[in-house]
């Protein structure tokens, strides 16, 4: 799309969906590309327990050290929320599954457990220009000691 057209709201759905696709895929989307080429050179990414990222390269090397953790992953387009603006910004709320090297997941299996996720997108020119995830980077729920609820004897 030429960048003197605003995008609408459904472009911008459209490349993060394609992007998620291409996560799901192992890194490449339906159409060949790779999932860094779904982002601006300039762009920012943050996930937890990894930091900001910021251009490609840094980019690169955060899904360099994500990808290796996770076997497989399914976004569950279906359950997605969308909060839109009318501007270049936009949210995914989601569900999520899969195989992290630490065990599988499955939203909902625990309720408390992996799987729900908010992704906060800005999308210009076709391009994701910063991507910021929020969830807890314990796939496999093993990180409970540390939490006294999660002893089981109130669930």
Request: aromatic share 14%; charged share 25%; hydrophobic share 35%.
């Amino acid at each position: 799309m030429p960048s003197n057209q605003a995008a609408t709201d459904e472009q911008r759905k459209a490349v993060v969906i394609a992007y998620l696709k291409a996560f799901d895929n192992g890194g490449t989307g339906t159409d060949g590309r790779s999932v860094l080429d779904f982002f601006a050179q300039d762009a920012q990414f943050f996930f937890p327990k990894w930091g900001l990222a910021k251009g490609r390269p840094e980019i690169s090397r955060l899904f360099d050290d994500l990808g290796p953790t996770i076997k497989s992953i399914t976004h569950h387009f279906w359950s997605f929320n969308w909060l839109t603006t009318g501007t270049d910004l936009l949210a995914a709320e989601g569900t999520t599954h899969g195989e992290h090297h630490d065990g599988p997941w499955h939203v909902g299996l625990p309720e408390w457990g992996g799987g729900r996720f908010c992704g906060v997108f800005e999308v210009r020119d076709d391009l994701i220009q910063r991507a910021f995830i929020y969830m807890d980077p314990d796939y496999a729920g093993q990180d409970t000691a540390r939490y006294p609820w999660l002893d089981g004897t109130r669930h």
